[in-house]
């Protein structure tokens, strides 16, 4: 009895703390079947405000950030001033180390980024303090939620132009192994052999990815996810959770699960799955072209729910997600199934998938999903990819109740933005993305500084948030 008298009590007095509140900004951070946070807002007898997101790329910001706490706060306050619910920090950029404790991995010390005045060049950090604990802490005061972005497969960089290259894969020759393997018109290659610095070249991959079908890769990615749910982050977003491109992985690691997916000993290969230097379908397909592509979008759907049980076995607080591209039509190529499984892709795109492709959806998977819905400045509204409203009303057909997700703009590399003065796109980007999904997100906060879009962004959430009163 006193039990429950204590019980009674503790929920009179959570109803009258929520039912007190002053702000008419009660946030949703959304969630899908696995989502162990739920409502934050309790019954207000008002419309819930989706959330809004801005990541906040490691590279991009490293001189601003790397050596600066009063920078950090600084550029977080403008955040939450323009109504901005969760900034999202990078803290394992595509060089594959990262900026926060481990022992898997070594921490970064420098970054590449451009200059205003358009050079290409190092950053070298100086600080020692805690990177990722300064963002927490300063943006817990403020009332921001901190999530962090994450890139899965990626394990080193060569960077552009010369500057030179970065990563594990670079410092360590056994991990050789563990680099994708691509099946070019000349042949498989190994991404390490790949030495080009040249973006134009057809041959560049800079990036160099690990292969997701590598049992000591996914061992290794889940190592480091796991040291990184010891903090106290509110989500952990995975970004390039996938393949490099269409033509990997072919290396006889992934030629033997492949073999055993389809419960043969033997094929033709590669050339019974994809014709060399093959970058989109084909008219004409090899005879195992769509179960290859099925078999990818498994391996990485169930490498998902790997990374989601990590994060539970840690800390159940913390929400799940992903970062992927709004351009679903030719996200196949990644070995990517970003839809529910009872969206079933066939009947829009039977020139990839197969009878089993639908089966490797994971949007159920996850808590929450962002969407990169990179449009031109001049396409903020429409029906189809390729217009940022069209994106999330796309993606809102895919889905549908497998997860909730936010879509938004890349407001520095997308045509019509990258010169800055897109000001009215970028309030416009706020009323076609929010309505039209669930939530807001941005990409990334270095342009937004740089262009000083801080008011034209608030206009936009403040006209959303009017909406909801």
């Not at 492709?357 to 990819?385: I, P, Q, W």
Request: with cysteine; aromatic share 14%; net charge negative.
């Amino acid at each position: 009895m006193k039990r429950l008298f204590t019980y009674l009590i503790t929920c009179i007095c959570i109803l009258s703390f929520v039912a007190c509140g002053s702000s008419n900004d009660v946030t949703d951070s959304g969630g899908g079947s696995g989502n162990n946070g739920g409502s934050s807002g309790g019954n207000t007898g008002k419309t819930e405000a989706k959330p809004r997101y801005i990541w906040i790329d490691a590279s991009a910001n490293f001189p601003r950030f790397a050596d600066s706490k009063e920078n950090i706060r600084e550029d977080l306050t403008k955040a939450k001033n323009a109504g901005f619910t969760d900034i999202v920090v990078d803290v394992r950029p595509s060089m594959g180390d990262v900026l926060y404790k481990t022992s898997y991995t070594d921490q970064i010390t420098k970054l590449d980024y451009w200059t205003s005045n358009g050079q290409y060049k190092y950053y070298e950090r100086k600080a020692t303090w805690d990177y990722l604990q300064a963002f927490i802490d300063i943006g817990h005061e403020l009332g921001l939620k901190v999530d962090a972005a994450f890139n899965t497969f990626t394990g080193g960089c060569l960077n552009p132009y010369g500057l030179g290259e970065l990563g594990m894969v670079f410092r360590d020759a056994t991990k050789r192994s563990w680099v994708t393997t691509l099946n070019l018109k000349q042949g498989l290659t190994n991404e390490m052999d790949l030495t080009s610095t040249n973006p134009s070249d057809d041959n560049y991959y800079g990036t160099k990815f690990l292969n997701p079908c590598n049992n000591d890769v996914q061992e290794y990615v889940l190592n480091l996810i796991g040291d990184l749910c010891k903090y106290n982050i509110d989500a952990l977003f995975l970004d390039r959770c996938r393949f490099d491109d269409l033509q990997s992985d072919f290396s006889d690691v992934t030629k033997e699960k492949f073999l055993k997916y389809l419960g043969v000993s033997s094929i033709n290969f590669p050339d019974d799955v994809m014709a060399p230097g093959t970058k989109s379908a084909p008219s004409s397909q090899p005879k195992y072209f769509k179960d290859w592509l099925a078999f990818r979008a498994k391996t990485i759907s169930e490498f998902v729910g790997k990374a989601v049980a990590k994060v539970r076995s840690i800390n159940s607080n913390i929400k799940v997600g992903v970062y992927v591209g709004a351009w679903y039509s030719e996200y196949y190529e990644m070995g990517v199934n970003w839809a529910s499984t009872s969206y079933d892709p066939r009947n829009d795109y039977p020139e990839w998938a197969n009878a089993d492709y639908h089966k490797y959806g994971y949007a159920n998977r996850l808590d929450f999903m962002l969407l990169g819905c990179y449009a031109s400045a001049d396409n903020v509204y429409g029906t189809t990819e390729w217009t940022m409203q069209g994106f999330c009303k796309e993606a809102k057909k895919k889905i549908g109740n497998g997860v909730k997700f936010a879509g938004g703009p890349d407001v520095g590399n997308a045509d019509g933005f990258v010169n800055g003065g897109a000001n009215q796109a970028v309030t416009n980007s706020v009323d076609a993305c929010i309505n039209a999904s669930d939530g807001y997100f941005l990409f990334d906060l270095s342009q937004v500084r740089q262009f000083d879009y801080w008011n034209s962004l608030k206009q936009g959430i403040d006209k959303y948030l009017n909406t909801i009163k």
